[in-house]
């Protein structure tokens, strides 16, 4: 049975180069999501989240590969991140943030396969999803993106860039939250070899 790798298969939307931003046209996919609000270092809602995140992901995949025939990697966790001043992502004011974290899952899952997967997760865990918890489609377009490496805290000199030259350069402006993939774990790396996708959805202004 192959095992589809999407960071192989989809190589444009995840292979951006460092220090330069390039367009991409990012396809409408699924995600498995969550909500939440605040610090992603000190908020309890977004520990949980990514842990939902990734044992729902992950019973989703054996399913797949149980019921379908179908295995693949599971990708690497994304976040969409905004708040009222787009500020406070350059002056890591974290505070204010909001976000929706989330993780692909493949066009060959279905509604079913996700609502079975997510009441296994949940015996599991012996607990109740968060309530934002779903199986969505996100279509993001257009969009501009780098390679970030290094710690997370030092992005904010990169997205000055992006708002105050790139965009007004290429005569565009927002057209969507701020998107962040990680992928690496940080758990497991030095902030110094951190490497993450910013991922700017924008549109023509006017």
């Given at each position: ?8 298969a ?45 044992g ?22 994304e ?34 396969l ?31 993106q ?61």
């Amino acid at each position: 049975m192959e095992k589809i790798d999407f960071r192989k298969a989809r190589k444009s939307l995840y292979t951006p180069p460092a220090g330069a931003f390039v367009v991409v046209d990012v396809p409408v996919m699924q995600f498995v999501m969550v909500d939440g609000a605040g610090d992603p270092n000190t908020s309890v809602a977004y520990s949980a989240a990514v842990e939902w995140l990734y044992g729902v992901s992950y019973a989703v995949k054996f399913a797949a590969k149980d019921s379908l025939g179908q295995d693949y990697v599971v990708p690497p966790l994304e976040g969409l991140w905004w708040a009222d001043d787009p500020q406070s992502f350059v002056t890591r004011d974290k505070d204010k943030w909001r976000w929706t974290m989330m993780i692909m899952a493949p066009d060959f899952i279905d509604r079913a396969l996700f609502d079975a997967a997510l009441a296994k997760t949940a015996r599991k865990r012996g607990a109740l999803p968060p309530q934002t918890l779903r199986f969505a489609p996100y279509d993001e377009g257009q969009s501009l993106q780098t390679l970030h490496l290094g710690s997370y805290d030092d992005e904010g000199p990169v997205l000055a860039r992006l708002h105050d030259v790139v965009m007004p350069g290429m005569g565009v402006t927002f057209n969507g939250p701020h998107h962040e993939i990680y992928l690496n774990d940080p758990r497991k790396t030095d902030a110094a070899k951190l490497k993450t996708i910013l991922r700017q959805p924008v549109k023509a202004v006017g």
